[in-house]
């Protein structure tokens, strides 16, 4: 597969002050973008509220809160 098969970029948003629009970038089964309507929320909260030694307990609030204002 090529570069240009397995990315995608979008040109920045003239609306928004130094704002890109959407990046993508796949490779096999996996996906890697800027879009965080993509972003499975529940998978993250749980990994990281059970599972991850440094967020562990976190309030879905905060990782929800943290993805909006990333």
Not at 8 to 28: A, F
Not at 35 to 64: M, P, Q
Request: one cysteine or more; proline letters at 0%.
């Amino acid at each position: 597969m090529t570069r240009s098969e397995n990315y995608c970029s979008l040109k920045l948003d003239n609306s928004k002050k130094g704002e890109y629009l959407m990046t993508i970038w796949r490779e096999n089964e996996f996906i890697i973008s800027t879009n965080k309507e993509l972003l499975d929320i529940e998978t993250i909260f749980c990994f990281l509220h059970n599972d991850s030694y440094w967020a562990k307990g976190i309030a879905r609030e905060t990782v929800e809160k943290s993805i909006e204002n990333s």
